[in-house]
C-alpha cells in the first residue's frame, strides 16, 4: 500500500529545515500539581521535526499527564509549550491528534466514522477508502464500528486521526489490551505514518515497541526525565538507576530519588 494516502507530508517535508516547523517541540521547565502532589516536576524537552519518541517510565511516573500538557489537553502550573516556536493555540492543536488506549469512534459506520473527520477537514472523501485499506480496513467500511473487534476499533481511530492530517501524532498506549497481530497491525501504520513525515509521541511500557518504533526514548521517573536519548543506546544500556530498574523489571519506587537528566 503506497503511502500517498497521506498526502500532508509534501508540506511538511518543505517544513522541515525550518525553525517554526511544527513539529519541533520545545518545553520548559513543565510542572504540574494535582490533589497537592507535584505530579510533574520541571520537565524540559527539546523534540526535532522527525521521528518517532517513546515515552517510557513505571505507573505514575506522569507519561500520560505529560502527553496531555504537550497538547494542551490540561494546563501545567509552571512551564510553556511551544510548536514550532509558537505557544499552544487552537490552530497549533487542531494540526496535532492524540491517540487513548481505548479509541474514541461515533456510534457509526467505518466508514462515516472516517468520512465525519474528511468533512470536517474539507478534505475529499475519496481519501476515504485509502486511509481504511492503510489500517487494514478496506471492506469493512460498512460495519458498525461497535461492531469491530478491539484492534478493529483502534485501528479505526487511527484511520479517523490520519484523516486529519496530523503533523504531530500522540498515542498513549494504543496497543495496551490489543493481541500480538493488532499490535504489529498498529505498530505498522505509526511507522509508516511517521515516515510520511507526521511527528510521533508514543507512551508505551512494551520495551519490544519501543525498539521496534522509536528513534528515541524520553524516560520519565516521579514527574520528571531522567534519561533521554537514542532508542537503541537508552533500551540497551540505560544510564540511569531508574531507568535499569524499569527495563530489568524491578519496581521503581515514585520516592526514588530525583536524578540529572542524562543525554
Ligand atoms: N486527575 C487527577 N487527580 C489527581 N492525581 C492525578 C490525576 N491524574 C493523574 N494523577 C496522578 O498523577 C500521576 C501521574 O499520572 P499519569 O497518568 O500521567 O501516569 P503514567 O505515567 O501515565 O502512569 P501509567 O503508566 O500507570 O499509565 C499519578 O500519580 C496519578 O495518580
Redesign the pocket.
Known amino acids: 500500500m503506497p503511502d500517498d494516502v497521506l498526502p500532508a507530508h509534501a508540506r511538511l517535508q518543505a517544513a522541515a529545515a525550518r525553525a517554526d516547523d511544527p513539529r519541533r517541540l520545545n518545553a520548559r521547565g513543565i510542572a504540574l500539581s ?2 497537592g ?1 507535584r ?1 510533574l516536576d520541571g520537565i524540559d524537552l527539546t523534540l526535532g521535526p522527525r521521528g518517532v519518541t517513546a515515552i517510557m ?10 502527553l496531555r500538557v504537550l497538547h494542551g489537553l490540561v494546563t501545567p502550573d509552571a512551564g510553556e509549550v511551544r510548536w514550532g516556536g509558537q505557544p499552544l493555540s487552537l490552530a497549533v492543536r487542531r494540526r496535532q491528534a492524540l491517540v487513548f488506549q481505548t479509541p474514541v469512534l461515533l456510534r457509526r459506520s467505518a466508514a462515516a466514522n472516517v468520512d465525519f473527520v474528511l468533512r470536517a477537514r474539507g478534505r475529499d472523501l475519496s481519501a476515504r477508502d485509502g486511509l481504511l485499506r492503510l489500517v487494514g480496513l478496506d471492506g469493512r467500511g460498512a460495519t458498525p464500528a461497535r461492531r469491530l473487534s478491539g484492534g478493529e476499533q483502534q485501528r479505526l481511530a487511527l484511520a479517523r486521526v490520519l484523516a486529519a492530517e496530523p503533523d504531530v501524532l500522540m498515542l498513549d ?1 494504543p496497543t495496551a489490551s490489543l493481541d500480538p497481530a493488532s499490535v504489529l497491525a498498529i505498530e505498522d501504520v505509526v511507522a509508516r505514518t511517521a515516515r510520511a513525515g507526521t511527528r510521533v509521541l508514543i ?1 508505551t ?1 512494551d520495551a519490544g515497541q519501543a525498539r521496534r518504533l522509536a528513534d528515541d526514548v524520553v524516560f ?1 521517573n516521579a ?1 520528571r526525565v531522567v534519561e533521554t536519548g537514542p532508542a537503541d543506546r537508552v533500551l540497551r544500556s540505560p544510564g540511569s538507576d531508574a531507568a535499569r530498574a524499569y527495563l530489568s523489571g524491578r519496581l521503581v519506587l515514585p520516592e526514588t530519588p530525583s536524578e540529572t537528566p542524562r543525554s
Open positions: 494535582l490533589a502532589r505530579v517510565g513505571p505507573n505514575g511516573a506522569g507519561k500520560s499527564l505529560l498506549e507512551v511500557h520519565l514527574g
